[in-house]
Structure formats: structure tokens, C-alpha cells
């Protein structure tokens, strides 16, 4: 297991992979290691673009986390909306959605750091399903609101922050988008190499989403290439990241004069 996360940590999805399900086929299906196994096979099978996979592995470990720690513990609750996020990957933003809402609801009389981590994890799921569905102006509500009552500098206020500049790219409104990138960036370079590897490419995303709405075209194509080319070293290029950043630097390189 430790291998397996540690391998994770260093950006060794595949390796990660393989580990971690090894782990899983050698426990008993009720056993507290093969249901974390499968926890990073899922995260580890997502960051190589394998979305479906994922999911299916998620499914697999809800059953595990549920068994081994219970439904309503935060640990299972965490898991629920780590798998809703992977169906923003497929297109599933309106179940993704409902997961979030539901996990958010369900922590709600959680009290201490981790269910305040956990909520904020299930608020960003929300907020970007919400911008996904093109409801930029919930979204906006939402992340303002849930960065308010989060006052820690970890990853769960940087996913915030880029949900909430991406609610502003939404609405055209591009020079509060490009100050929130830059809270974003600067948080995004404070944070330990290990909170920062699963939001590689993101920030120069938002950057570049919203110099193209400022008709900044030449900056907002070396973000996007920047995002393209950190997304395709650290995930591979059928990551939902990775696809993301390559649309946008075509459509750029399409418009070039």
C-alpha cells in the first residue's frame, strides 16, 4: 500500500495502478487495505484518462468503503465525491450534481478538519458541474460562499478558487476571472509537491480561458500550450485536462493572424 502511494504521489499512475490492484486481488473483498487499494487504482486509473475505467473502479471501492468503514463515515463520504467528480469526465454533470448535493447534505453535521475538507471537496464537484451545465452564476454564488467559510491555504481553497474563476469566465468577465488565476496561482506554487500534482494544468487553463476573452490572444496561447504541455507529461493526452487544453490551443492556433 505504501508503495502504491507512493508511486501515485510521484505522478507513476500506471505503476501506481498495477501496485494498488495487486493489493486489492490479494485481500479479502471486506478487508480495510483492498478497499483503499481500490481508492487509488480509481484515482490512478483516472489520471491516465481512463475515465470509464474509473468509474467502474469507484463503484467497485464504494462497495468496499461502505462495508469496511460504513456509509455515513467521512472516509466512504469522501470516496462518493471523489466518483462523482469522475463523471464530470463522461459528460455526467447533472449526476455529478445530485452526488455532490448529497454528499454535501450528509457531512453536513460533521464537525473537525476533515469534514470541513470534505465538504469543500464536495462544493468544488458541485460548483463545477454547475459551470458545466452553463449555471455560471450559481456556480459563482456557491464558490464565493464555500471559500468564505474555508479559511485554510490547502488544495481544497485552490479547487475553490478555480471554480470560482471559471464561474467568472463563464460570464464574460474576464478581468475578474484573470485576479482570481492569479490568487489561484500564487496559492497553487505555496502548496507541497503532493497537493499539487492532481491540478496540474488547471490554473494555466483559467489563465488562458480568460486572456482569450480580453483578446490577449499571443498570452492565452502560451498558457494553453503551457496547460497542454504539463497535462500531456503528468496524464497523458486522453485526460479530461489534457482535452481541454488541446481544444482550447487549437481553436488559438485556428484564429492565429
Known sequence: MDEAKALYEARRYA???AASRAVARSRPPDDEYAAVALNIAALATGAQGRHAESLATYDEALT????????????TL????????????LGQHAECEAECRAVIE??????????????????????????????HQEAEALARESLAAYPERDRGAL??????????????????????????????????EQQRHPDVGAVELVFATALL???RAPEAR??????????????GP???????????LEHLESTRP
Open 238 to 248: 486522453d485526460h479530461r485536462r489534457s482535452v481541454e487544453a488541446r481544444t482550447l
Open 213 to 215: 476573452g480580453l483578446c
Open 159 to 192: 479547487v475553490l478558487r478555480l471554480g470560482l474563476a471559471r464561474s467568472l469566465n463563464g460570464q464574460a468577465r474576464y478581468e475578474e476571472a484573470l485576479t482570481q488565476a492569479r490568487h489561484a496561482g500564487r496559492l497553487y506554487r505555496s502548496l507541497p
Open 64 to 75: 468496499a468503503f461502505s462495508q469496511t468503514f460504513g456509509a455515513d463515515h467521512w472516509l
Open 15 to 17: 505503476e501506481a495502478e
Open 78 to 89: 469522501k470516496l462518493r465525491s471523489d466518483r462523482a467528480q469522475q463523471r464530470i469526465s
Open 106 to 135: 450528509a457531512a453536513g453535521p460533521g464537525t473537525g478538519p476533515e469534514w470541513s475538507q470534505l465538504t469543500a471537496a464536495a462544493r468544488n464537484g458541485l460548483a463545477f458541474a454547475l459551470n458545466a451545465q452553463g449555471r
Open 222 to 235: 502560451r498558457q494553453a500550450a503551457a496547460a497542454h504541455d504539463a497535462c500531456l507529461a503528468s496524464f
